[in-house]
């Protein structure tokens, strides 16, 4: 199958715009959200969403506020900003009628990840994926992100939290769909705490895989953790889907 794209805007509270891509499949079913992290854009995330819309899907790629060609709010935008950018682009691609609003899945890396598990709280997720997915916690949520104090952050990153700490993590504990969790072992702006944080949370998840990149940093700079995170995300999204499509037998 060869996928198909299309440019699209996407509305965000009636009073901002941000960009995006909607790479599809000729026959889909699930819808898959992919959104990138604070100092990253939808460009690098095309070729991985060519590859999971050949799987059958959906996808849409975009720019979050503060990216792309929206760099000149990047001192101001929030948390909150940029969450409601993730609901409408979530909301966006659940109305194209080749989705299934009811087969929705989230990938998020870094910001992105903490962005992701946030938004699973307000909108019907069915998977999601986080791959070395931030935490923040929620002090300042309103306040421009580039404001945020880094020493701070790190700090609570450095500690297990429980599942009440943050939005992030509240909205993890109340998942109920499949959760992929990925972390990297040379990591160091998520550290292993913090994955662990996130896999604690989804303890009520349907399933949760939780995956260790060895060697891998958070950026994934090299070729080869590249390639293993790839291997790692397809097989398991290939796994819920075709589980969603079989029958289950009686």
């Known amino acids: 199958m060869t996928p198909t794209t299309k440019q699209v805007r996407i509305?965000?509270?009636?009073?901002?715009?941000?960009?995006?891509?909607?790479?599809?499949?000729?026959?889909?079913l699930p819808?898959?959200?992919?959104?990138?992290?604070?100092d990253s854009d939808q460009a690098h995330y095309q070729i991985r969403a060519e590859d999971?819309?050949?799987l059958g899907c959906v996808c849409l790629t975009f720019d979050l506020r503060g990216h792309g060609q929206r760099q000149d709010v990047r001192a101001s935008v929030s948390r909150h900003d940029n969450l409601c950018d993730v609901l409408a682009?979530?909301?966006?691609?659940?109305?194209?009628?080749?989705?299934?609003?009811?087969?929705?899945?989230l990938i998020g890396t870094s910001y992105g990840g903490y962005l992701a598990a946030?938004?699973?709280?307000?909108?019907?997720?069915?998977?999601?994926?986080?791959?070395?997915?931030?935490l923040y916690p929620d002090d300042g949520w309103d306040v421009p992100k580039k404001q945020l104090d880094r020493a701070a952050i790190r700090t609570y990153r450095e500690q297990v939290r429980p599942p009440d700490s943050d939005r992030a993590l509240r909205a993890?504990?109340?998942?109920?769909?499949?959760?992929?969790?990925?972390?990297?072992?040379?990591?160091?702006?998520v550290p292993r705490e913090g994955i662990a944080s996130?896999?604690?949370?989804?303890?009520?998840?349907?399933?949760?895989?939780?995956?260790?990149?060895?060697?891998a940093d958070h950026g994934l700079s090299?070729?080869?953790s590249q390639r293993t995170y790839d291997g790692l995300l397809s097989a398991w999204l290939t796994e819920m889907i075709l589980g969603a499509r079989t029958p289950r037998q009686r």
């Not at 819808?31 to 604070?38: Q, T």
């Not at 109920?176 to 969790?181: I, L, M, P």
Request: proline share 3%; charged share 20%; aromatic share 6%.
């Open 11 to 28: 509305s965000v509270g009636g009073t901002e715009e941000v960009q995006g891509v909607i790479v599809a499949a000729p026959t889909s």
């Open 31 to 38: 819808g898959i959200l992919i959104v990138h992290g604070w």
């Open 52 to 54: 999971l819309a050949a």
């Open 89 to 105: 682009a979530f909301d966006l691609l659940a109305r194209q009628t080749t989705v299934d609003p009811k087969a929705m899945a």
């Open 118 to 134: 946030i938004a699973s709280a307000a909108r019907d997720v069915r998977w999601m994926a986080l791959r070395v997915p931030a």
């Open 172 to 189: 993890c504990q109340a998942f109920r769909g499949d959760a992929f969790v990925v972390g990297s072992t040379r990591d160091d702006l």
């Open 198 to 215: 996130y896999v604690r949370a989804l303890q009520g998840a349907k399933s949760i895989t939780h995956r260790m990149i060895e060697g």
């Open 222 to 224: 090299d070729e080869r």
